[in-house]
C-alpha cells in the first residue's frame, strides 16, 4: 500500500505538469482538473503495475493523455474557447510565441496529443510513443499530418 505521505508527494510533483497535458486535450479547466483527479485515482489504483520500463513521469502522462483521449472521444467537446481565453502560457511556451493555440482546433485528438507532446512538452518523438503507447512511426506520421494541417491553416 502507498503511503499518504508519498502519494501526497508524487501528486504535488507531477500536478501541474499533467494539467497542462490534458488542458491542452480536453479544452476546459473544469473538465481538464476533473481528468487529472481521475488520472491520479488511476495512478494510485495501479501503482503495483508500474514495471519501470519507462520513467515515472512518462507512466503518468500515459495515463493522463488516455484519460483525456477518453473523455473528448465520450463527451465530444469543443471548449477551447475557454482555453484560449484564460489559459497561462507555461515556461517552455514563452519561445512558443509564434504557435497560436487556436491551430490545435482544426487536429484530430491523436494529433493534437503529439503537438502537445512535441511542442509543449518538448518530448522526443520515441517519448511520445511510449506515452500513448503507440509506434515511432505512427508518431512520426500524426505529427507530419499535424503540420501540414497548421501551414494550410497559416497560409489561409
Known sequence: MVKKKDFNKFVSEYHDRIYYTIIKIVGNVDDALDCVQDTFI???KKHNEFKGDSSLY???NRIAINTALNFVNRNKTNN???LLENEKPQENETKLQSF????????SPTEK????????NNLKIKQ????LNTSESTVKVAYHRAVEKIK?????
Open 42 to 44: 488511476k495512478a494510485y
Open 58 to 60: 512518462t507512466w503518468v
Open 80 to 82: 477551447w474557447n475557454e
Open 100 to 107: 497560436d493555440k487556436k491551430w490545435l482546433l482544426e487536429l
Open 113 to 120: 496529443s503529439v503537438i502537445v507532446l512535441r511542442i509543449y
Open 128 to 131: 511520445v510513443a511510449q506515452i
Open 152 to 156: 494550410k491553416i497559416v497560409k489561409k
